[in-house]
């Protein structure tokens, strides 16, 4: 089984038997480059404070009603060392764009966890500084997770997506080149987006230097300019999953709780059935979860059991080797940010 060079259009549409087809070639690639083995993750949300605005997002700067937060190092450290769940052998730490709590909570929570805990350490904190990447690897977090969000150049400045789609896919490169595991990602069924902006998106996701890549439904936000469009549809998202899979054999390729909020219960399940090689528990302490809202306030929260079942009701079993074992240190080239 070989991978794809360019993605397939009939891919984005297939359905019926089609449809089962093109996710049954996803998972047979995913098992013969993986095995049965799933990665699991925690997820830790640290900071709900946003200097973004983008119009798909509930924690954009604009959404003036919620209540922000930003987690204390000691109370994660605790729940990290003392509570988390055995199967974990990483955690995600995650914020909206919020430079203060990179600087105060993360940065020491990571320091903590690489001499505390064998967890290999990811970070989703949106676009930084170079210093700041620098004192986030030095700290010990080896995966950048970075979503480009879509591809569509002219679309994400009318979205407000972070900066601007050249600006993000700069720093894709240069966390890449600075030795940094790099997971990126997009948004499918954003409003007026087509099977041929999808196709972009695979176009763009699979000429980037990434280690993996996530393809989350869109969920329309309560309190954003969107909050009143459709719901991404389940399908096109799990297509987008398998033909990411079959472009890319090699990537680690969530399955996204959000494939469990467009009606259809059973996504998250499909995700693991059509490619996706590793699962989140949510260890968001429950007091401040409700306020990380990136979409709705009754989010679908993956907890240990939850995972654990759709893991083995898929036919899967969890890896013991974490993801910042599975990938080997990398040479590093230092570009030059500007240009
Ligand atoms: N602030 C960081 C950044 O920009 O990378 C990380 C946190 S951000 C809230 C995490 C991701 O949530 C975004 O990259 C985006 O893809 C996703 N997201 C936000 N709102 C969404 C929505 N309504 N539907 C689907 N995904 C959404």
Redesign the pocket.
């Known amino acids: 089984m070989v991978s794809h060079s360019q993605p397939d259009r009939r891919w984005l549409t297939a359905h019926g038997a089609e449809q089962e087809a093109l996710h049954g070639r996803a998972a047979e690639l995913t098992r013969s480059h993986f095995g049965r083995r799933v990665f699991v993750r925690g997820v830790v949300e640290v900071s709900n404070h946003?200097r973004?605005n983008?119009h798909?997002?509930?924690?954009r700067r604009d959404n003036r009603a919620l209540a922000r937060f930003r987690a204390r190092h000691d109370q994660l450290a605790e729940l990290l060392i003392h509570h988390r769940p055995a199967s974990l052998t990483d955690v995600n730490i995650?914020?909206?764009?919020d430079p203060v709590a990179v600087r105060e909570v993360v940065v020491p929570l990571v320091r903590t966890l690489r001499r505390e805990t064998p967890l290999g350490v990811s970070v989703?904190?949106?676009?930084l500084t170079e210093a700041l990447y620098d004192e986030l690897q030095a700290a010990g977090a080896s995966l950048y997770?970075?979503?480009f969000?879509l591809s569509d150049a002219a679309r994400y400045e009318q979205l407000e997506a972070?900066g601007t789609l050249a600006e993000r896919l700069r720093h894709i490169r240069l966390l890449a080149a600075r030795g940094w595991r790099v997971s990126s990602?997009?948004?499918a069924g954003l409003p007026d987006q087509g099977a041929d902006d999808l196709l972009a998106n695979l176009r763009l996701a699979r000429e980037l230097p990434l280690d993996g890549c996530s393809v989350?439904?869109?969920?329309?936000?309560e309190a954003?300019p969107?909050g009143h469009a459709p719901v991404?549809a389940v399908d096109a998202a799990l297509n987008c999953m398998a033909a990411l899979r079959l472009l890319r054999s090699e990537w680690v390729i969530p399955a996204v709780s959000?494939l469990n909020l467009t009606g259809a219960d059973d996504g998250y399940q499909r995700g693991l059935r059509a490619g996706a090689n590793l699962c989140t528990i949510n260890l968001t302490p429950s007091e401040i979860r409700g306020d990380y809202l990136?979409?709705k306030r009754e989010r679908f929260i993956m907890n240990e059991e939850r995972v654990l079942h759709a893991i083995s009701a898929a036919g899967r079993e969890v890896s013991r080797t974490s993801l910042a074992e599975h990938w080997p240190a990398k040479p590093l080239a230092i570009p030059v940010l500007a240009g």
Request: hydrophobic share 30%.
């Open positions: 946003c973004e983008c798909y997002c509930g924690m995650q914020t909206g764009e989703c904190l949106g676009t997770i970075i979503k969000e972070p990602g997009f948004i989350s439904p869109f969920i329309p936000g954003t969107l991404g959000a990136l979409y």
